[in-house]
């Protein structure tokens, strides 16, 4: 968990001194969690939540995005493959589908979240 307080202390347009900086949102969380099924040896469940409190848009403070929750799950299973580990993992992102805004990288400027995303990938040791 994180507070922040930004606030612009100086700029060449006075009228934005002691706003707040935009894109940083006072609060942002994050907690994850893993579990081994004692049933199927090597098998990890994952799940994270993601949350990101509301922020201002521009340095006027004039516009204001809100807050949003993301959620996330995925799975890993390691086996022998020929003496070789392989880790099989599959991970969802943006469980909810749910659209908010992200990307505050200038000035009255964003970019929209991901959509739900799958992804498979595997691992080898060697």
Same mark, same amino acid.
């Given at each position: ?23 940083? =949102? ?9 579990w081994? =099924? ?8 994952e ?16 516009l ?17 493959v ?32 991901? =959509? ?11």
């Amino acid at each position: 968990i994180t507070y922040t307080e930004a606030e612009i202390k100086s700029s060449a347009n006075k009228a934005i001194v002691g706003n707040n900086a935009y894109g940083v =949102p006072k609060w942002q969380g994050n907690v994850g969690a893993e579990w081994d =099924p004692w049933l199927v040896p090597g098998l990890t469940m994952e799940g994270r939540a993601v949350y990101t409190g509301e922020q201002y848009v521009n340095s006027a403070n004039s516009l204001k995005v809100p807050d949003w929750w993301r959620f996330d799950v995925g799975a890993r299973y390691v086996m022998k493959v020929r003496e070789q580990n392989v880790t099989w993992r599959g991970t969802i992102t943006n469980l909810l589908d749910k659209d908010y805004w992200v990307g505050n990288f200038s000035d009255g400027y964003l970019t929209l979240s991901s =959509p739900r995303t799958f992804a498979l990938s595997a691992t080898v040791d060697f």
